[in-house]
């Protein structure tokens, strides 16, 4: 039974960084592909960020690029999403997502597919 357990969200000001983490388990961490999605209040589900399998590439939406980075640490079955020069429609639940491909093709698409937590809450105030 696959888990993912994400944690590292609150509440931060306008210019603060936070990091967040996903633990996983139930299936062989390494063998996939892992992602970030974010849904804000009254919006739909939105790509933030993923990372391949061995971590080697990555893929972001304009949205974020330049101030978040998303890695992986296979050893340790997580993967991570820093998040530096937050803004106020940076406010969401934050959802870690494990694909069933190892590549990010399926993100590169713009599928959402495979494994879901339950969401780490991130409020940046103005």
């Known amino acids: 039974q696959v888990q993912l357990v994400e944690s590292g969200g609150g509440l931060v000001q306008a210019g603060g960084s936070l990091r967040l983490s996903c633990a996983a388990s139930?299936?062989?961490?390494?063998?996939?592909?892992m992602g970030w999605f974010r849904q804000a209040p009254g919006q739909e589900r939105e790509f933030v960020a993923a990372?391949?399998?061995?971590?080697?590439?990555?893929y972001y939406a304009d949205s974020v690029k330049g101030r978040f980075t998303i890695s992986r640490d296979n050893a340790e079955n997580t993967v991570y999403l820093q998040m530096n020069s937050l803004k106020p429609e940076d406010t969401a639940v934050y959802y870690c997502?494990?694909?069933?491909?190892?590549?990010?093709?399926?993100?590169?698409?713009?599928?959402?597919?495979?494994?879901w937590g339950k969401g780490t809450l991130v409020t940046v105030s103005s």
């Open positions: 990372v391949d399998w061995s971590g080697d590439s990555t």
């Open positions: 997502n494990q694909d069933l491909a190892a590549n990010l093709n399926t993100y590169y698409r713009g599928w959402a597919r495979g494994y």
């Open positions: 139930g299936r062989t961490f390494s063998s996939y592909a």
